[in-house]
């Protein structure tokens, strides 16, 4: 186990920031670590693999890749996967899943192609273990094996993380449609609040106008505190054969011992929604950052700022969720003053922070890449980011008074 190939999926756009803190967390560089389409190639050790679960704040999973070889059938399907060693990863008694994708592959169908993976798998096991063989389980495997499928390629993986790595294991109130948090931390990594190769934040203040159920705020604080992600949650290695409990347990103390009493930059969080607060409140004690955190409730278009000058960090609230932002004031009534697309919103949201925020600098993740227009602002930077499925850009403003003018980018 000193010579894993891992790959870490990550978001689209996210890689460059993935690798800086594959490289902090593991010291790999050069031809151990990869950067690749929607990832992160490295090579690394069991004990390392362990390491970016509890820590990576910017990876979906952790994956030990097992085989890779071409492909043209389903039948070669099953030789590829009834080739590899999974005595050495689990046994007849745990439960297992496979998860298969493709990209412009000839096979007609990924379900069958799953089904010959799943049979060579179970034969290889009947043939070593006296025709015992382990059951699949859709909801909660034991073991999960991914196989993806390009044009000429079958890889096959062994997952070391069970449940996605957004999943903190904090987060138990949520609104619709939240962030998610490994986004959230690549908001950070972007804006350069959070720099992911130096494991450093920021000392400037940072404030969420549209906490919500407070992903954003939490993500940075956890970071201003030096929290693990993953100290709260279970993973999938610890069901697999390698696992050995002490290694894992010194690796915790580790994180534990680097916990901050303090934190390394003033945070706050509002919302317009009270009972999102609520929900923000209980997620930040959960996520053991109460003490870091400061929320309160209020209008987008009517809070003032909580520091002289800092960082605004949202993903704005857009169409029917415009709402959970902030009430457009102006003319008639609640309804008639935003438009459908929340243009109304975010030009008196611009015009607020022109009036108010002086000397702020303002990131906002959207899908609407015509919302510098729409705001009346110019912005100094722009990023491409993925939210899942959906094309977004990270949009930097800088705030001078009275003026829709940018300042020069530092």
């Given amino acids: 186990m000193n010579d894993l190939s891992l ?11 993935l690798a800086q803190e594959v490289h902090a967390l593991t010291g790999r560089a050069g031809d151990e670590l990869l950067v690749l389409r929607g990832g992160v190639r490295v090579r690394a050790d069991w004990r390392e693999a362990l390491k970016l679960n509890l820590h990576s704040r910017l990876a979906q999973r952790v994956l030990i890749e097992l085989a890779q070889a071409p492909y043209r059938s389903e039948h070669d399907l099953y030789d590829i996967a009834g080739g590899v060693a999974w005595e050495l990863w689990f046994t007849p008694k745990n439960t297992f899943k496979i998860e298969t994708t493709a990209q412009h592959s000839p096979l007609k169908s990924l379900n069958f192609a799953t089904l010959r993976i799943k049979d060579a ?8 273990a006296n025709g015992v063989r382990p ?6 495997p034991d073991a999960r094996v991914f196989a993806h499928l390009d044009a000429e390629r079958c890889t096959l993986y062994i997952d070391s993380s069970g449940e996605p790595l957004f999943k903190r294991g904090w987060r138990q109130d949520k609104g619709d449609a939240p962030l998610k948090e490994t986004l959230a931390a690549a908001m950070l990594a972007a804006s350069g609040w959070w720099n992911p190769e130096r494991g450093e934040v920021s000392p400037v203040p940072l404030y969420d106008p549209c906490c919500g159920s407070g992903t954003i705020v939490i993500e940075a604080a956890q970071l201003a505190q030096g ?11 610890e069901k697999l054969l390698p696992f050995q409990s002490h290694v894992w347990q010194g690796l915790k103390a580790e994180a534990q011992a680097a916990v901050k009493a303090a934190p390394a930059a003033a945070i706050f969080g509002s919302d317009v929604s009270h009972r999102m607060v609520d929900f923000a409140e209980r997620n ?3 996520a053991g950052v ?3 955190v400061q929320l309160r409730g209020g209008d987008a278009l009517q809070r003032m700022p909580p520091a002289e000058s800092g960082v605004i960090m949202l993903n704005p609230p857009y ?7 902030g009430v457009a004031r102006g003319r008639g009534s609640r309804e008639e003053a935003h438009t459908e697309d929340g243009g109304e919103f975010f030009v008196q949201l611009a015009s607020h922070w022109k009036k108010h925020y002086a000397g702020w600098t303002a990131w906002v993740l959207t899908p609407d890449l015509q919302l510098p227009r729409r705001m009346r602002l110019k912005e100094t930077r722009r ?3 993925w939210n899942g499925p959906i094309e977004c850009r990270l949009f930097r403003f800088d705030m001078v008074a009275g003026s829709a003018r940018s300042r020069t980018v530092a």
């Avoid at 790959?7 to 920031?17: I, K, N, S, T, W």
């Avoid at 798998?121 to 070593?128: C, G, T």
């Avoid at 169409?319 to 932002?325: M, Q, S, T």
């Fill in 7 to 17: 790959f870490l999926p990550c978001a689209a756009g996210v890689e460059d920031f």
């Fill in 121 to 128: 798998i179970a034969d290889r096991f009947r043939a070593k």
């Fill in 135 to 140: 059951s699949v389980e859709s909801q909660w």
């Fill in 227 to 237: 929290i693990a992600p993953g100290a709260q949650r279970r993973f999938g290695f």
């Fill in 284 to 286: 930040a004690e959960r």
């Fill in 290 to 292: 109460a003490g870091a």
């Fill in 319 to 325: 169409g029917e969720r415009i709402e959970v932002g």
């Fill in 383 to 385: 990023v491409p980011m």
